[in-house]
């Protein structure tokens, strides 16, 4: 079956660029949607956005000019960027496969990021 | 876009039933029946439960199951087992292809 996992730094620096890349393993990454969810600790969870295979791409409006995403199908891999962090932004970052309205399954297993000098 | 209202938790004994809501507006879950359900349990990533306001995924126990009316999305949980103790959230699409989570709710078998 289809499994995701995040990868990633674990630390990134206040008005630096957090990356991350999801690897999809199990199938084709193709001609479906992607989804980034994070979830700060003790705290419910936030959608950022989403990605198809063609690259189009919908983003939370509260984070939209801040989050860029991106879809490499060679590597079956989507990635997220997202600038100008601060602390607000520390939290597991969870990548998904989106049924299109249809919920989030499967997630990947979260990865921590912490925004601290 | 503010988040669907959860109650912050809500407990039951074992073989009760339970209901979780989900409270948005007439612009995300009173619009569309587009609602799911995910099941957290501590440490580990959410579980899709309910999809499209009251379709199970195949492997998902009939226990759980999903309703709506007008803007109050419903998760009802039969027969509580102590391995459904854990935090649930709603998550609605909002119109724009934006989607919403709920503010979570913790359930307690008793």
């Known amino acids: 079956q289809v499994q995701l996992q995040e990868s990633g730094p674990g630390l990134v620096k206040p008005s630096e660029t957090l990356s991350l890349t999801c690897t999809v393993s199990?199938?084709?990454?193709?001609?479906?949607?992607w989804s980034w969810i994070r979830q700060p600790a003790g705290k419910g969870l936030e959608w950022i956005g989403r990605i198809y295979t063609s690259g189009s791409t919908n983003y939370n409006p509260s984070l939209k000019s801040r989050v860029t995403m991106s879809v490499d199908t060679s590597k079956n891999q989507f990635s997220l960027k997202l600038s100008s962090v601060t602390a607000a932004d520390t939290a597991v970052y969870y990548c998904?496969?989106?049924?299109?309205?249809?919920?989030?399954?499967?997630w990947g297993q979260g990865t921590l990021v912490t925004v601290s000098s | 876009q503010s988040a669907l209202t959860q109650p912050a938790s809500v407990s039951g004994s074992p073989g009760q039933s339970i209901t979780i809501s989900c409270t948005g507006t007439s612009s995300d879950v009173g619009s569309y029946n587009l609602v799911s359900w995910y099941q957290q349990h501590p440490g580990k990533a959410p579980k899709l439960m309910i999809y499209e306001g009251s379709k199970r995924p195949s492997g998902v126990s009939n226990r759980f199951s999903g309703s709506k009316s007008g803007n109050t999305a419903s998760l009802t949980i039969s027969g509580l087992q102590a391995e459904d103790e854990a935090d649930y959230y709603c998550c609605s699409y909002a119109g724009s292809f934006f989607d919403v989570f709920g503010t979570g709710t913790k359930v307690t078998v008793l």
């Open positions: 998904a496969r989106d049924w299109g309205r249809a919920g989030f399954d499967p």
């Open positions: 199990g199938g084709s990454i193709s001609s479906y949607y």
